[in-house]
């Protein structure tokens, strides 16, 4: 069955420790991945996506994705992590429903915390 | 750019009544998504509009949720009557672009609603 996963409820950090929030995923073909974060009180936003290419993809706020096909997983990751950086992290993957359309599927959501 | 709005920001109502929900997307985007978040869990999938026209509406969960987006511009989720288990986040998200959702999307803060 077509799924995403993010394996871990929580991760926590000190700050200026690089960071990692990871994603799995089983689609057919080939997927499109992306990540996004929601800071309290606000709307998810966008960081960044893979489509084809390089398997690096380098996002918003320093934050950078590397997809491994051998593996199925699209983990998030960054340096050196802030304090700011602090927040509610999704991936997500459209995957195709009922009928031939594509759903917007997102994992439960990964809480990041970074100490200072 | 004004970006993505919901209101109400949060609702509370008791079992049996209903709640309308409105969000306006940016201008000029055709796609609209609505997304529920419950108690933590995955952000699941609701409805898609593509201008006027539900494109996917595999995600509503009984016929007591109707959407509309009336001229292809905001839209309204209406919720009647209210049960317990509806309670949790409305996400609104919109994007441009036609097909599958592989562009980003841009969130609404959300609206809270609780059902008691």
């Known amino acids: 069955a077509q799924s995403v996963a993010q394996p871990e409820d929580q991760v926590n950090v000190a700050e200026g420790n690089p960071l990692t929030v990871k994603c799995t995923y089983s689609v057919s073909g080939n997927p499109y991945l992306f990540w996004y974060v929601q800071y309290p009180n606000r709307g998810l936003q966008f960081l960044l996506k893979?489509?084809?290419?390089?398997?690096l993809v380098k996002g918003s706020y320093g934050f950078e994705a590397e997809f491994n096909k051998s593996q199925t997983s699209f983990h998030l990751k960054k340096p050196s992590a802030l304090v700011s950086d602090s927040a509610l992290y999704f991936c997500a993957v459209p995957l195709e429903g009922i009928g031939g359309s594509y759903i917007p599927t997102f994992g439960r959501g990964t809480s990041l915390i970074v100490h200072p | 750019e004004a970006g993505v709005t919901q209101f109400p920001s949060h609702s509370v109502i008791e079992k049996g009544q209903t709640v309308t929900l409105r969000c306006d997307p940016i201008?000029?985007?055709?796609?609209l998504y609505w997304y529920r978040r419950v108690m933590g869990k995955e952000i699941k999938f609701l409805l898609h509009?593509?201008?006027?026209?539900?494109?996917?509406e595999s995600g509503m969960p009984n016929n007591r949720f109707l959407a509309e987006r009336t001229g292809g511009t905001y839209s309204t989720l209406k919720v009647q009557p209210a049960e317990l288990e509806d309670s949790g986040v409305y996400f609104c998200?919109?994007?441009?672009?036609?097909?599958?959702?592989?562009?980003?999307?841009?969130f609404g803060p959300g609206t809270r609603l609780t059902v008691l």
């Open positions: 998200a919109s994007s441009q672009g036609v097909g599958p959702p592989w562009n980003e999307q841009f």
């Open positions: 509009f593509v201008k006027e026209s539900k494109q996917d």
């Open positions: 893979y489509i084809t290419g390089d398997n």
């Open positions: 201008s000029g985007h055709d796609n």
